[in-house]
Nanobody
Framework: QVQPVESGGGLVQPGGSLKLSCAAS???????MSWYRQAPGKQREWVAT???????IYAQSVRGRFTVSTENAKNTGFLQMNSLKPEDTAVYYC?????????WGQGTQVTVSS
């Protein structure tokens, strides 16, 4: 079992940046990490994935603005978010896909507002 814990959310002005972290309770080597978000009144949506091989994939709405990465030595993943827009406001969740199952973090709130 590899439990993820997100951090780094907060309030930021439009055009600003935030970097979210996802700290796993165990090794993330060989594990794909994804980020999802859920805005009020909306369904949870996929944002980005970094595969176990290091391939990154992004939703069209964030491509070119967000960057997903991992630091395996620290069992941590990151979501760098630049050029933030009000529509990026949501609770952001880290998801780990492992051979033993899927694990979700508790989420971290990101609010983009002036």
């Amino acid at each position: 079992q590899v439990q993820p814990v997100e951090s780094g959310g907060g309030l930021v002005q439009p055009g600003g940046s935030l970097k979210l972290s996802c700290a796993a309770s165990g090794s993330i080597v060989g594990i794909s990490m994804s980020w999802y978000r859920q805005a009020p009144g909306k369904q949870r949506e996929w944002v980005a994935t970094i595969t176990s091989g290091g391939t990154t994939i992004y939703a069209q709405s964030v491509r070119g603005r967000f960057t997903v990465s991992t630091e395996n030595a620290k069992n941590t993943g990151f979501l760098q978010m630049n050029s933030l827009k009000p529509e990026d406001t949501a609770v952001y969740y880290c998801h780990l896909n492992t051979r033993l199952g899927d694990y979700w973090g508790q989420g971290t709130q990101v609010t983009v507002s002036s």
